[in-house]
């Protein structure tokens, strides 16, 4: 297991500098300037790249000399001024220099791996604490919370806040595999709350009732799906998830569903 991380980063939520004192979470340009380099931890990122993340394509006439403006500002926050850290090229661009531990997206990656890794080695209780750990990294539903998302920023913190869902579900499966339908449902909940189009939530949670005698709730919660999928899609839910209500229905729990 992933020792406990000395996080100098914080993108799972408000966009942070860890710097050990408390500060409000900050939104702006600078802060987009930084996501945009823990997304791509290690490797140069260019000007035309933190062009697009700023300003979609649009940049102003000072595009350059606003960057150069808010790397100063970053490096200011941090401890040394960023030496080490924050580098700039002489090809152009930026670099943010991260250690696996460095940044709660990191920490949140290796850990949800390493759940899923125990799931596949029939370890749903090593699972359950890798994933609860991976999604206690998480501050608020959506990574860098409050940004605008422009450029890189759109693919990859969508790819974060589905990753999030995923372990979510992940998590709400594992709970059944330990015969905990009521954590399952918990966080089953959390998922479709999230995302209610995602199929995958929705059988978790018609699992987890079954799995308590909630066969009322099976077709309620079978009902509030197919509500949100008309509402989201203009459809049913996939055939699959209407069978596992009719399969749960008329079948008393006795072992898996």
Known sequence: MMPEPRLAFRLLGPVEICTGTAAPPRVGKP?????????????????D????????GEPPPSALSNLRT??????????????GVLLSHPGGGYEVRLAPGDSDHLVFTHLVRRGRDLLAAADPRGAAVALRRALELWRAEHAATGLDRRGLLVPEL??????????????????????????????????VSADPLRTRGWQLVLRAHHRLGEHGRVTESYAMARAAFRDGLGRDPDAELAQ???RLMYRPYAGAS
């Open 31 to 47: 802060h987009a300037v930084l996501a945009a380099l823990l997304l791509r931890p290690n490797r140069a990122v260019s000007f």
């Open 49 to 56: 790249t933190l062009s697009e993340a700023l300003w979609d």
């Open 70 to 83: 808010y790397v100063h500002r970053l490096r200011r926050a941090l401890p040394g001024g960023g030496a």
């Open 244 to 246: 596992l209500c009719e």
């Open 158 to 191: 969508a790819h974060l806040d589905i990753e999030r869902l995923r372990a979510l579900e992940d998590l709400a499966g594992t709970w059944l595999a330990l015969d905990e339908p009521r954590r399952a449902l918990d966080t089953a909940w959390q998922a």
